[in-house]
């Protein structure tokens, strides 16, 4: 009777797109604890039947939201210059014909466009395949959407790292008990927003779009001339002012700035999530900073330090299969180096505390209060509580301190353990992503904070907001 059982609920479990009603009916048909399942064929997880059954259904009612909800993605602004592409598997750049899929968020591939070089070589139409002399930078599109909150609270519940539930939806949420809620745009706050709604990301509503343009790369050539590419070593040892001017100066046209703390966290859930690689990006260890270099598999990352080089003993570019594994989407068409290579400076600090970054209390007022994130002035290291909802600050706690491999003594998030110290009065700059020795500290959900000086370990990385189109 078992086994008949057992075969009942593996066919039940095999079909994502059974009813709810269907799954639960099994539940009456055994004791939870008495029989186990096979979920090597499932795509389920969970061995225990009941949460199986549990997980199947969560699963299903994601698959029907998923069918009809990449209609909804926002069509790419291609702005002033911007070139939509596809890529092939080893990076060939070809013309896209925007006529013509293009891009699928549902099977993650994800919309990218370029810049050219100022007199490229050739007048390119679509169709073509377009030289990689002739490319200036790289950017991949985030589509605006709402996401269901899962830590309001920072330390409610221990909520280890899980897919984010992702609707694309141009419409901002309001305040609706149990489905939705507006969304709390400052430090600290939690507006009506409670576990389980949804909430639009706060990255589109501060810039007024219905998407953003994200550097592919952490940014190469020179501070004065900036290009985004693989391959290539990048854009270090620059103060925060001088790296968020650059930014802005990049493509004023397009609303160019250096990314904020919530641009980086809209991109880190979308990384998360069925649309992305749902996964902890593979970690850049490339000692000279090449961006796109993907870690080889076989290395240690799990402690701090973590292994790094140069080479094919170390690392692979980012198109090749391992290279894939660096990638938000874990294909090609992703977003690299979130995982180490440099740390990342954002435009995110901590209130009236500019520390040694260039910027003051002056110079700050020349540019609008949308290219900052600005946390409370009482923040400290621990202050989790202080981080804006969708900034992937405090939403990856519960946080602990634990000893590394070093012996030292840091503070972790749940989230793969990745290295988290929130902002405070002597290090008012977040930085994203951790460096390319970091090991277990890297990750697209890693955050430091620092003083905002220059370093050889510290990059920043580009964003364009074109505005919405008519």
Known sequence: MKNQLKQMISFLLGGLLMTSISVYAVTTLYEANEVGYDNSSSGTRKTEVQSALDELYELSESAESITG?????????????????????????????????????????????????????????????????????????????????????????????????????????????????????????????NNGEYMTHPAFISMDVDGFWVGKFEPTGSITNITVKPNLSSIRNLNVYNLFVNSYNYSRENDSHMMKNTEWGAVAYLSHSIYGIDDEVNINNNSSFITGSSSLLTLQQ???????????????????????????????????????????????YRENTYGSSGFNATNIKNYDSKYFDVYLSNSTQTTYQNRILGDATGEMGPFITFKDGDGGSRIHNQWYSDFSPFVSSFSPWFMRGNCDEDGVLAGQFALNSNAGVANIYYSFRLVLTPQNMV
């Open 302 to 348: 799990g402690t701090y330090l973590g292994t790094y080089g140069n080479g094919s003993n170390y690392n692979m570019p980012y198109n090749t299969e391992l290279g894939y594994l660096a990638s938000t989407t874990g294909n090609i068409t992703g977003i690299y180096d979130m995982s180490g290579g440099s740390h990342e400076f954002v435009a995110a």
């Open 69 to 193: 909800n990449c209609n909804q993605v926002a069509k790419p602004n291609l702005g002033t210059d911007l070139i939509p592409i596809t890529l092939s598997n080893d990076g060939t750049v070809t013309y896209a014909d925007t006529s013509t899929e293009w891009y699928n968020y549902c099977e993650k591939e994800w919309a990218n466009a370029i810049h050219l070089i100022d007199n490229p070589s050739k007048e390119y139409k679509i169709g073509d395949i377009i030289e990689e002399s002739d490319i200036r930078s790289y950017f991949v599109w985030i589509p605006k959407y709402k996401y269901k909150l899962w830590n309001v609270n920072v330390t409610d519940t221990l909520t280890l790292a899980h897919s984010i539930d992702i609707i694309f939806d141009t419409n901002n949420t309001t305040d609706i008990e149990g489905e939705s809620c507006a969304t709390p745009m400052n430090s600290g706050e939690s507006g009506n927003c």
